[in-house]
């Protein structure tokens, strides 16, 4: 069969989009449907491309993508992966991945980033899950279209499958490389794509659109529950500390409880939290039930889990969470080495300088360490984004997350992120302001 992507996604005239392409046959064929409509609606693609730098052939694969995108006037933007930390491999260059998108986007101001997820990547994901462990957002997989606030992921191919994406390629020759690293059974991923994804196939050949129900079904049935536990979560979280009161916290639905605590694990271990499942969960619910006035369970990544009398809390095993609170006047000193000061007129205009009017925020500013569920508006953007989402996309480390200096007003919104990101209420050179800050 043939695929016609503006069957399953509702394309305006201008749009601008980013589309992540590996050079693989699915990134590859999304990329050549884009061009066949381009002219159609006056499309402006802009091509980005990651080097992972752990395959001979990715330098090859990027001369060949930089080359096609001169060829297809279409312009081409990339960057190599020069090292690892110790996390997960594919939890960390999802993540590098992803930030190095949302760059792109903003740099161009993009409606729409596209990836080239479809029918087969959702099953395995889901079956992925399901084994290992997961909460209701989990076991939904990935979803077609994520609204990010100023522009939207889209995965236009989720309808379809590997082989029709790959009939795809063949009906209108399109070229691309193969990743050799996709036949290993040493990854998870390619076990299932191997033994499992055959076996349900020769069931059902439709079977990626069961799933795909089954996802939305899920994802409806999550937000749902997300809406009903940022209410609890609300009751039961000490507003100073960030810690979780243990006995409004037991009078919760036990459901209710295990959402809460996998948001909490959220803040630790990223949005798949590929490194912890049920077990954990259940380890958690069992230490905060327990008679012991004070306990600690070892999670992984050097996370612990601790219970003092009526809190509940997570930390850095290395280096204990050193909360603070400053209010701020002229100049203060911070835990993390640097320092805030109040300044004259400046023309510099990076992340470490913030102008506020004082007309539209409540003085005295403070200046504190992160909290849990932390959120600001960020300048530029619509809605509000997590504090823990940005320090991942900043790669920020864990024990520098835990001291960075966050700055609030006195009704505790959050007006700056010294050194990462402005909020709204930050002004340009040419607007009124009467505060001036640097951070050193």
Same mark, same amino acid.
Request: charged share 30%; glycine share 4%.
């Given at each position: 069969?043939?695929? =016609? /992507?503006? !069957? =399953?996604?509702?394309?305006h005239?201008?749009?601008?989009?980013?589309?992540?392409?590996?050079?693989?046959?699915?990134?590859?064929?999304?990329?050549d449907m884009l *061009?066949?409509?381009?002219?159609?609606?006056?499309?402006?693609?802009?091509?980005?491309h990651?080097n992972h730098?752990v395959?001979?052939?990715?330098?090859?694969?990027?001369e060949?993508?930089?080359?096609y995108?001169?060829?297809?006037?279409?312009?081409?933007?990339?960057?190599?992966?020069e090292?690892?930390?110790?996390? #997960?491999?594919?939890?960390?260059?999802? !993540?590098?991945?992803?930030?190095?998108?949302?760059?792109?986007?903003?740099k161009?101001?993009a409606n729409? $980033?596209?990836?080239? @997820?479809?029918?087969?990547?959702l099953?395995?994901t889901?079956?992925?899950?399901?084994?290992?462990?997961? !909460? $209701?957002?989990? +076991?939904?997989?990935?979803?077609?279209?994520?609204?990010?606030?100023n522009?939207?992921?889209?995965?236009p191919?989720i309808?379809?499958?590997?082989?029709?994406i790959?009939?795809?390629?063949?009906?209108?020759n399109?070229?691309?490389?193969?990743?050799e690293?996709n036949?290993?059974?040493?990854?998870?991923?390619?076990?299932? &794509?191997?033994?499992?994804?055959?076996?349900?196939?020769?069931?059902?050949s439709?079977?990626?659109?069961?799933?795909?129900?089954?996802? @939305?079904?899920?994802?409806?049935?999550? *937000?749902?529950?997300?809406?009903?536990r940022d209410?609890?979560l609300?009751k039961?979280?000490?507003?100073?500390?960030?810690?979780?009161?243990?006995? *409004?916290? *037991?009078?919760?639905?036990?459901?209710?409880?295990?959402?809460?605590?996998?948001?909490?694990?959220?803040?630790?271990?990223q949005?798949?939290l590929?490194?912890? #499942?049920?077990?954990?969960?259940?380890?958690?619910?069992?230490l905060?039930?327990?008679?012991?006035?004070?306990?600690?369970?070892?999670?992984p #990544?050097?996370?612990?889990?601790?219970?003092?009398? !009526?809190?509940? +809390?997570?930390?850095k095993?290395?280096?204990?969470?050193t909360? +603070?609170?400053?209010?701020?006047?002229?100049y203060?000193?911070?835990?993390?080495?640097?320092c805030?000061?109040?300044?004259?007129?400046?023309?510099?205009?990076?992340?470490?300088?913030?102008? $506020?009017?004082?007309?539209?925020?409540?003085?005295?500013?403070?200046?504190r360490?992160?909290?849990?569920?932390? &959120?600001?508006?960020?300048?530029?953007?619509?809605?509000?984004?997590?504090l823990?989402? /940005?320090?991942?996309?900043?790669?920020? #480390?864990l024990?520098?997350?835990d001291?960075?200096?966050?700055?609030?007003?006195s009704?505790?919104?959050i007006?700056?992120?010294?050194?990462?990101?402005?909020?709204?209420?930050?002004?340009?050179?040419?607007?009124?302001?009467?505060?001036?800050?640097k951070?050193?």
């Amino acid at each position: 069969m043939d695929i =016609n /992507i503006e !069957n =399953n996604f509702e394309f305006h005239e201008k749009d601008i989009i980013v589309i992540g392409c590996s050079t693989g046959p699915d990134s590859m064929a999304l990329f050549d449907m884009l *061009l066949n409509i381009r002219s159609k609606y006056n499309l402006k693609i802009i091509c980005a491309h990651v080097n992972h730098n752990v395959r001979k052939q990715s330098i090859e694969e990027a001369e060949f993508i930089k080359k096609y995108c001169e060829n297809k006037d279409v312009m081409f933007e990339m960057m190599t992966i020069e090292k690892y930390g110790d996390d #997960n491999f594919h939890n960390e260059a999802r !993540n590098i991945r992803y930030h190095f998108f949302e760059k792109i986007v903003e740099k161009y101001k993009a409606n729409y $980033l596209m990836t080239a @997820h479809h029918g087969d990547d959702l099953i395995e994901t889901i079956l992925m899950r399901i084994t290992r462990g997961s !909460n $209701l957002r989990g +076991y939904s997989g990935f979803h077609k279209i994520v609204d990010m606030g100023n522009y939207k992921i889209v995965r236009p191919l989720i309808n379809y499958t590997k082989s029709e994406i790959e009939e795809y390629d063949k009906i209108h020759n399109v070229f691309y490389y193969t990743d050799e690293s996709n036949s290993k059974m040493k990854y998870t991923r390619n076990r299932y &794509r191997k033994h499992v994804l055959p076996f349900l196939k020769e069931e059902d050949s439709n079977v990626h659109k069961k799933f795909l129900k089954f996802s @939305h079904n899920i994802e409806e049935a999550s *937000l749902y529950i997300e809406k009903e536990r940022d209410k609890a979560l609300k009751k039961v979280i000490d507003i100073k500390t960030g810690q979780i009161k243990i006995d *409004l916290f *037991l009078e919760l639905d036990s459901y209710i409880q295990k959402e809460i605590l996998y948001y909490i694990l959220e803040e630790y271990y990223q949005d798949d939290l590929l490194l912890v #499942n049920d077990k954990h969960i259940s380890l958690l619910t069992n230490l905060i039930s327990s008679n012991k006035a004070n306990m600690e369970v070892n999670l992984p #990544n050097e996370i612990i889990a601790v219970k003092s009398y !009526n809190n509940f +809390y997570l930390k850095k095993e290395t280096e204990e969470l050193t909360a +603070y609170e400053i209010e701020f006047s002229e100049y203060a000193e911070l835990p993390n080495h640097h320092c805030i000061k109040k300044i004259g007129k400046t023309e510099e205009n990076s992340n470490n300088i913030c102008r $506020l009017s004082s007309d539209e925020i409540s003085l005295p500013l403070i200046i504190r360490t992160r909290k849990l569920g932390d &959120r600001i508006q960020v300048k530029g953007l619509n809605g509000k984004k997590k504090l823990k989402d /940005i320090f991942i996309e900043e790669k920020v #480390n864990l024990k520098d997350r835990d001291l960075w200096p966050i700055v609030v007003d006195s009704a505790g919104v959050i007006v700056w992120i010294p050194g990462i990101k402005k909020s709204k209420f930050d002004k340009s050179n040419e607007e009124k302001c009467d505060i001036i800050m640097k951070y050193c």
